[in-house]
């Protein structure tokens, strides 16, 4: 049996759904690179805006039934922790969703099925295809199975973020503090994407995307961070973006 046959089998059994529309899966487990633009691909981009939409209802719902006397505040935080991409991805790998997806030769070969970007999208698209497919207790099914470890931790103490972190570095060095300047920025007003460097004195710039100007100073941090210190400190998460 091809691989890939047998991961989609394997994904459906994980998730405890059959779907009736095989296309509509496929879509959802198909990424923008397959066919590297040289012919019409049905991927699953416009999956990704619905699914993102779902799982901001299941995750909500379920913090609001969780602590009724929670205030906002409280209860978007935990959100934020819980829809963001890294938490999507972490799902996905939960599913068993990397293995099933399509991707191109060239993304597949820079590690785009690794990506927690492209799993976290993955997941957000097969989510919203559970949704049309199954309804909404159907991908609420899917949340609940897959987020129950992330809610594990959705109260764990924030840590620094890589800004800080950053800061604190340099000052420990003595030197002045990071300097950011945005560089790039492309897309729609709607959905604007960032490029920020990062500079500190004695050391050679490093960039960061997002698609706030916040996050992606925080890329751009974490990956001074990473090429200057190793391995990213326990204490120092990546930064997020909204899912």
């Not at 972490?90 to 991707?103: C, I, M, S, T």
């Not at 800061?167 to 560089?183: D, F, R």
């Not at 500079?199 to 706030?212: A, C, D, H, N």
Request: aromatic share 6%.
């Amino acid at each position: 049996m091809n691989l890939r046959i047998a991961a989609v089998e394997d994904l459906e059994r994980r998730i405890g759904h059959t779907f009736v529309d095989r296309d509509l899966l496929e879509r959802a487990l198909t990424h923008a690179s397959v066919g590297d633009g040289a012919r019409a691909v049905r991927h699953n981009e416009r999956l990704e805006f619905l699914g993102d939409r779902v799982l901001n209802l299941c995750a909500a719902e379920r913090l609001m039934a969780m602590d009724p006397d929670a205030r906002e505040g409280d209860m978007s935080r935990r959100l934020a922790s819980l829809v963001n991409y890294h938490a999507c991805a972490r799902a996905a790998h939960r599913a068993g969703l990397p293995d099933a997806l399509r991707l191109s030769a060239s993304a597949t070969k820079v590690g785009a099925r690794k990506s927690d970007a492209v799993l976290g999208d993955a997941c957000e698209a097969l989510i919203a295809a559970l949704y049309i497919d199954g309804g909404l207790e159907t991908a609420k099914a899917f949340f609940e199975r897959f987020w129950a470890e992330e809610f594990e931790h959705v109260d764990a103490p924030r840590s620094k973020d890589p800004k800080t972190q950053l800061q604190e570095w340099a000052q420990g060095l003595g030197l002045p503090l990071p300097q950011y300047q945005i560089v790039g920025r492309e897309g729609p007003p709607h959905a604007p994407s960032f490029t920020v460097e990062v500079q500190i004195q004695g050391f050679g710039p490093e960039r960061g995307e997002g698609g706030s100007r916040q996050a992606a100073e925080k890329a751009a941090a974490l990956t001074m961070l990473l090429k200057r210190e190793g391995p990213v400190p326990s204490d120092v998460p990546e930064p997020e973006t909204e899912s």
